[in-house]
C-alpha cells in the first residue's frame, strides 16, 4: 500500500467510525434487557435507579439540547421502535408535543407511561405566555411521583420481577427524601427569596422551598428592552447580584443584567444533567450562595 492511501485510510476510518457513532440509534437495545426510552436526562437516572439491571434506557433529548426546540434524528426514530416503554414526562413539553405522536405510531406496542401522573401541575411565572410549567422535574417531591410512575409500568412489563423492581424504587424514594430534607435545611432562614433565570425552569423548585422565580426570557424569546429595565430595577431593590442561566440558552441578556447591577452569571442546568441527585445539590448550593 502506497503512503498516500496509507494516510488516506488514517483519516477516512475514524471518520467513519464517529459517523457510525453519531448515528446510532436512540434506544440501543441489549439482549435480555427492557429497552426504556425517555424525554429529557433527568430521567435516565429515574429509570435505572428503578430498573437496575434490567433495564437499557436512552434519553431523546441529548445534553446541551433544547428540549422545546430539539428535532428528533432518523436514527433516533429507528431506535424508538424497538423500545418496550416510553416515560414521557406528561407535562406540556414542547418536545412530547411535537414528537410524542410520531414516536407512538412508530411504534404502536410500546408501553407509554405518563411521569406525571398525579402531580399537581403548576403556572408558569413568564407573564406573558401562561400556561403549565412543564419541568416538574426540578421538584425533588415531584420525582417521587414520576419515580412510582416508571415503577409501575416496568412492573407491567416484568411482573415476575415486580419486587426487584420495587425495592430499588424505595431505595431511590429514601436518596429523594434526604435531599429533599437536605435542600430545604439549607434554604431556609434566608431573607431574600428572589432570584432571577434567563429561562423559567425553576418554578416547581422554588414553589417548594418558598422561592419566587424572575424570568428573563419571555414567551420563549429574548426580552424587550422595557422588560429589561425593570428586571434590572428589581435586582437592585431586592440586591439580586447572581443572574442563572441554562447551559441550552444563549446568556447575552443575562450577561447584560449582570453588567448593570454588578453581579455575576452563574450556570445551572435543569434539562441536560443526567446525575439527578448530585445536579440537585449543586443548584440548591447555587441557590442558597445567591440569596444570602
Known sequence: MSYKRSVTSAIL???????????????????????????????????????????????????????????????????????????????????????????????????????????????STDPDEPGIDPHIWTSVRNVRVMVKNICDGLTRLDPADTSYYEGNRDSYLQKLDALDADIKASLEGIANRTFIVYHPAWGYFAH????????????????????????????????????FVSPQYDTRSADAIAAEIGGRVVSIDAEGAKDYLDNMRKVAQAFKEALR
Open 13 to 123: 476510518l475514524p471518520l467513519i467510525f464517529l459517523m457510525f457513532v453519531s448515528c446510532a440509534p436512540a434506544s440501543r437495545q441489549v439482549e435480555g434487557k427492557i429497552g426504556v426510552v425517555v424525554t429529557v436526562m433527568p430521567q435516565v437516572e429515574f429509570v435505572n435507579s428503578v430498573g437496575g439491571d434490567r433495564v437499557s434506557v436512552s434519553a431523546m433529548v441529548p445534553p446541551g439540547a433544547n428540549p422545546h426546540t430539539y428535532e428528533v434524528t432518523p436514527a433516533q426514530m429507528a431506535g424508538v421502535s424497538s423500545a418496550k416503554m416510553y416515560a414521557k414526562v406528561g407535562s406540556p413539553i414542547e418536545f412530547e408535543l411535537t414528537w410524542l405522536d410520531k414516536l407512538i405510531a412508530q411504534n404502536p406496542d410500546m408501553l407509554v407511561v405518563d411521569c406525571s401522573k398525579g402531580i399537581d401541575l403548576i403556572q
Open 208 to 243: 417548594d422551598y418558598g422561592l419566587t422565580q424572575l424570568a428573563i426570557e419571555q414567551e420563549g424569546k429574548e426580552p424587550k428592552a422595557a422588560y429589561m429595565a425593570r428586571l434590572i430595577d428589581e435586582a437592585k431593590q431586592k440586591n439580586i447580584k447572581v443572574i
